[in-house]
């Protein structure tokens, strides 16, 4: 039997690395078996409440311990701006691959400001407002800057000119900004990533960091091992301290017990070995000529 469910798992990929999770099925259930009952904290508690407090740990331990960092690729189009991808939490890096095929990472711009909408006008400067609803509001749509980013050429500017404020030119040079590696401007509130038109049809990786919680049903939920013991607190610290009736004292030892196992989980989750750290310590006596 052990033979057939191996050559089960290696020549079906659905099952590599399955191992290093647990269900979130399992956790409920393991959580009302050990933790909900009678002579226990938790005496009763509904299915629901434990699945909800469940789905905000896993979320909470994406945000703060767990590296699973998701990744995005995609050509940049004519118009430079990309769409955030659906379960897009928080930015972890942009690159894009050159000819060589090296990942070449790109910095954010930190001068240039978003605009999240502009208001729709006509040639001569006058704004469109909502006569239909007769509400004379004006109406907004795209950024103009937006629509004419494809025809900046930032190639353009003279790296030797004092009044270059894009490169710093031969004085005053940020060195925030010494990179000549192209920018990106990350507009939240509209959900798209704006580039410079020196990535004009480059191939983008965007890494990203995500709640686990999107496109997957409950049933196929899952949760590091490393990370489901302070799961289990999670759940019975939220419970306990939006219970009636009990005492202040239990309800900060559970606290107390889930901040404990976040920062366990979150030292596992280094993956910090000894030989790296020697790798590191090499170069200390590094003779510098």
């Not at 009952?37 to 407090?53: E, L, T, Y």
Request: negative net charge; glycine residues 6%.
């Amino acid at each position: 039997m052990a033979a057939a469910n191996d050559r089960a798992y290696y020549e079906d990929g659905q099952y590599w690395g399955e191992e290093q999770y647990v269900k979130m099925a399992d956790v409920v259930n393991n959580f009302r078996l050990f933790y909900v009952g009678d002579s226990k904290v938790i005496n009763s508690v509904d299915r629901s409440d434990i699945i909800f407090h469940a789905k905000r740990g896993l979320q909470e331990i994406h945000y703060d311990a767990l590296n699973e960092i998701k990744v995005w690729e995609q050509d940049l189009p004519d118009n430079l701006q990309v769409v955030f991808p659906r379960d897009f939490i928080r930015l972890v890096r942009i690159s894009y691959k050159d000819d060589t095929g090296r990942l070449i990472p790109l910095n954010e711009s930190t001068r240039t400001k978003v605009v999240d909408q502009g208001p729709l006008q006509d040639s001569f400067g006058n704004f469109f407002s909502d006569e239909v609803n007769t509400s004379n509001n004006l109406i907004y749509g795209t950024p103009i800057h937006d629509i004419r980013s494809a025809e900046y050429n930032v190639e353009l500017t003279d790296p030797t000119s004092n009044q270059d404020d894009y490169s710093g030119g031969r004085f005053g040079l940020d060195t925030s900004d010494a990179n000549t590696n192209s920018l990106y401007n990350v507009n939240t509130k509209l959900g798209v990533i704006n580039f410079s038109s020196q990535l004009d049809g480059k191939l983008l990786v965007i890494e990203y960091v995500t709640d686990g919680l999107y496109n997957t049903t409950d049933s196929d939920l899952r949760v590091h091992k490393l990370a489901e013991d302070f799961l289990y607190k999670y759940i019975a610290h939220e419970i306990i301290k939006n219970k009636f009736g009990v005492q202040e004292y239990i309800v900060r030892r559970m606290k107390k017990d889930a901040s404990s196992s976040l920062r366990n989980t979150k030292i596992r989750m280094m993956d910090i070995h000894p030989l790296d750290i020697l790798k590191v310590l090499r170069g200390r006596d590094k003779w510098i000529k």
